[in-house]
């Protein structure tokens, strides 16, 4: 049984690598070799990740950019070599629809502005790549959802995780169950915040908190390493430094149940820091930790299986394999229907702290 139980294993870390490498090998039947990529927002996550990671796919590049503050135009255009034609503002966006080098919008705004933003892109006739969270409500995640399928474009979210490979092994053990039945998931992000600059993050209208930027990662953990789908939640909001944390929770702490009987146990801090992935089974465990870093994600196992899986950049794999789905016309990897679930369960986890209450989820 024990040689068994580590063939399984050891098949699953093979089977991990072998479905990276083919994304790669397959001849592109789209006209162009390069998809041109918009990036609607020039905020730190597309100046310092998205744009230099850019440089660094096969199957994209940075053509345009959408911003709403003129003085960034020159900066971005010696460094990226971005034409004058490709530079829009948030007036002008619509008129991207005429341009074709542009096939790709990248959403990287505040997640209150996503909704608005990414429905223009699908009107203007491109592919949609969203930022997560996807948006503020199940209802505008809907309303995205609906623009893109109406404009016949793709929709892809982007949980940059879920193309990482260590990750990835993870998500194959919880589909094989390869150290038996899965008894608990625990999933935690957290960093300590001293001096608080108030930012759109830390805003409700705009960004609604930690638990919208870094907790649709602890969500989505426990959803893709159990592979199941939650039917309730509890949840806490806790705030021990009320003068820093004006409107949004400095701790929220909440509970996933789901039919098989698996508990979720999900945390999100600014009291401390923590950055662990954790699933308890029946026959053993399995974690990464950190599991939610730009670098650097790794993990082991209660059967002493490291998992250490180095890539170069995470944000480039993830934007040449959603570039990949267009090229070959195939099925992306998180698709908007994955991060609307997200924004669902973030809804009940508000609404069940504010409560007191269970909630149900549909």
């Excluded at 602890?218 to 430094?241: F, L, M, Q, S, W």
Aim: some cysteine.
């Amino acid at each position: 049984m024990q040689k068994r139980r580590t063939f399984i294993k050891n098949t699953g870390l093979l089977l991990g690598v072998a479905a990276i490498l083919p994304l790669y090998s397959f001849k592109p039947n789209y006209k162009k070799k390069k998809l041109g990529v918009c990036l609607v927002g020039l905020g730190q996550y597309s100046r310092e990740q998205l744009a230099p990671a850019l440089q660094l796919t096969n199957h994209c590049e940075l053509k345009g950019i959408v911003t709403g503050t003129p003085s960034k135009i020159p900066i971005w255009q010696q460094k990226y070599g971005i034409l004058d034609k490709n530079v829009y503002s948030y007036e002008t966006m619509d008129a991207i629809a005429n341009n074709p080098e542009i096939d790709v919008i990248y959403i990287v705004l505040p997640t209150g502005l996503h909704a608005k933003y990414a429905i223009k892109a699908a009107n203007a006739g491109k592919h949609v790549w969203c930022e997560k969270p996807m948006a503020k409500t199940e209802e505008e995640c809907k309303a995205i959802i609906a623009a893109c399928n109406k404009n016949k474009v793709k929709l892809s979210i982007g949980y940059r995780l879920q193309h990482e490979p260590n990750t990835q092994q993870l998500i194959k053990w919880g589909k094989t169950r390869s150290y038996g039945a899965i008894k608990t998931v625990k999933s935690e992000v957290g960093f300590f915040v001293g001096k608080h600059k108030k930012t759109w993050r830390s805003t409700q209208e705009l960004g609604g908190g930690l638990i919208y930027d870094v907790g649709v990662y602890t969500v989505n953990g426990i959803r893709y390493t159990t592979g199941e789908e939650p039917i309730a939640v509890t949840a806490h909001h806790k705030n021990t430094r009320p003068e820093i944390f004006t409107e949004i929770p400095e701790t929220t702490t909440f509970t996933l149940d789901f039919a098989s009987g698996i508990k979720g146990y999900g945390k999100t801090t600014a009291a401390e820091r923590t950055n662990i992935l954790r699933a308890d089974c029946e026959n053993g465990w399995y974690e990464l930790s950190p599991f939610h870093e730009y670098s650097g994600i790794k993990g082991k196992t209660s059967d002493g299986i490291l998992l250490n899986t180095v890539i170069e950049n995470q944000q480039a794999k993830q934007m040449d394999e959603d570039a990949l789905t267009i090229i070959q016309d195939s099925p992306v990897l998180v698709p908007g229907e994955n991060g609307m679930k997200d924004i669902a369960i973030v809804e009940a986890i508000n609404k069940a702290a504010s409560t007191g209450e269970k909630v149900f989820l549909n």
